[in-house]
Every structure is written in C-alpha cells, then in structure tokens.
C-alpha cells in the first residue's frame, strides 16, 4: 500500500442495521417499563386492600349486637337450609314456621 492512498469502507448497510436494531430496543424497554409500572401499581394496590388494610373495630352497640346474635345462633334460632330459594320463600311466607331448635319463629 503506498503512502497517502484513500480507502473507503461502505458502512451504510451497517450502521441502518445497527440503527434499527436500537430503535427495536428502545422501544421494548419502554413497552417493558410500561409494562413494570403497571404492574407495580396493581401489586401496590392488591397489597392495600388485601394485606394492609385496617380491620375495622366495632363500637359498643355493634359488639352487643354481634354477641346477642351469636347467642341467637348457638340456642339454634336460625331457620333451617334450603334446597332452593322457594323453598325458602315458602318457609318464610308460613304462618307455622319453626327455626331449628323446634321454636316458632314470630314475624
């Protein structure tokens, strides 16, 4: 090679190659971080409901209520299964209804 030739080297098809390969990229990272912040906001809200939630505390009236009812159930004041939902309006609309310790219930 002498001493103050030029040489060219087409690098054209390179370089459109690489730029769309970038390009590609680019736009999957930004899809993938589309993707992580969407996900990351409904793991954020899954754990706020389901996880972190403050259980509610009754108030006095409530807690009676609550072991009044509990009372009711366990002495058997509680209507029998049913099968269907006529079956259970039926038993509502008796007038000789019973509950499941044999009571009459009253309306």
């Known amino acids: 090679m002498e001493t103050g030739q030029t040489i060219s080297i087409r690098v054209q098809s390179v370089t459109k190659s690489l730029s769309r390969e970038v390009s590609f990229i680019s736009a999957l990272s930004g899809l993938f971080a589309t993707i992580k912040s969407g996900l990351s906001s409904v ?3 899954l754990k706020e409901m ?3 939630r403050p259980r509610e505390i ?4 409530t807690s009676r209520e609550l072991e009044e009812n509990k009372k009711a159930i366990e002495n ?3 209507s029998p299964t049913f099968d ?9 609309h ?3 209804k019973k509950y499941q310790n044999g009571v009459r219930a009253v309306d």
Do not use: A, E, Q, R
């Open 94 to 96: 008796s007038p000789s």
């Open 50 to 52: 389901l996880w972190y």
């Open 43 to 45: 793991y954020g809200y």
């Open 76 to 78: 058997g004041y509680v």
């Open 84 to 92: 269907s939902v006529d079956k259970m309006l039926d038993w509502l």
């Open 58 to 61: 009754p108030n006095k009236t």
